[in-house]
């Protein structure tokens, strides 16, 4: 069976501080992969998608990046936090060609 | 760019009490999903809806995609506790673009 992985569950981070934060998929290949922020008991934002390695879209522009070095690793960074981007960080996969989306257990996110 | 909206946004209610909850758009998606979110977890998918008119059941959950595919609606028969959470609708391409979340419902049943 498939399982994501996301860590750190939580961090607090200073403004102006660096970020990266890890997603992995166990038990399929070539997901399509995605990354959301969710404000306090909102809806998702998606950030960025990725149909494969080195291939990612952005959905909103901001200082976040992200990274698909290898088929099941996504990652999301950023140089320097600031502190709108506090919130709970979300990785997800799908299989190609289906629109149904699994997601990882979350990383809450506060910058101070 | 597609949107989803929902109502109510918030809904309290009694245990064993019937609810139904909304999602609707001006656009046509060529398929729905529902998820159910539990504080401080990630969405867990419950459905997804691919025929205008659609009708599935999971067990109390009964969820409907309308004829136009425009609208979904999720009727919960016999509220739970267990059933407390934030309930998000969301539909759009497959590969990601356009995809989009509605900003959810949360319930709350009490005992």
């Known amino acids: 069976s498939q399982t994501i992985h996301q860590w750190p569950a939580t961090l607090v981070q200073p403004v102006g501080s660096p970020l990266s934060l890890e997603c992995t998929v166990e038990?399929?290949?070539?997901?399509?992969l995605y990354w959301y922020r969710q404000a306090a008991g909102r809806g998702l934002q998606l950030l960025f998608y990725?149909?494969?390695?080195?291939?990612i879209s952005s959905e909103v522009p901001q200082n976040l990046s992200a990274s698909r070095p290898q088929d099941r690793q996504f990652i999301l960074s950023s140089k320097k936090l600031l502190l709108s981007d506090s919130g709970f960080y979300l990785c997800a996969w799908s299989l190609r060609g289906l629109s149904e989306q699994y997601f990882g257990p979350g990383t809450r996110l506060t910058v101070t | 760019t597609q949107l989803l909206e929902q109502s109510p946004q918030f809904l309290s209610i009694q245990e064993g009490e019937n609810l139904t909850v909304y999602c609707n758009s001006s656009s046509v998606f060529s398929s729905l999903q529902w998820y159910r979110q539990e504080p401080g977890e990630g969405p867990v998918l419950l459905v997804t809806v691919v025929t205008g008119g659609e009708v599935k059941k999971l067990k109390r959950l009964t969820f409907q995609f309308g004829d136009a595919r425009k609208d979904s609606s999720l009727h919960i028969t016999a509220a739970q506790p267990g059933d407390t959470g934030l309930y998000l609708c969301a539909g759009g391409g497959n590969y990601g673009q356009n995809f989009v979340f509605g900003p959810g419902t949360r319930l709350s049943v009490l005992p």
């Open positions: 038990g399929t290949s070539n997901p399509n």
């Open positions: 990725s149909v494969g390695i080195g291939q």
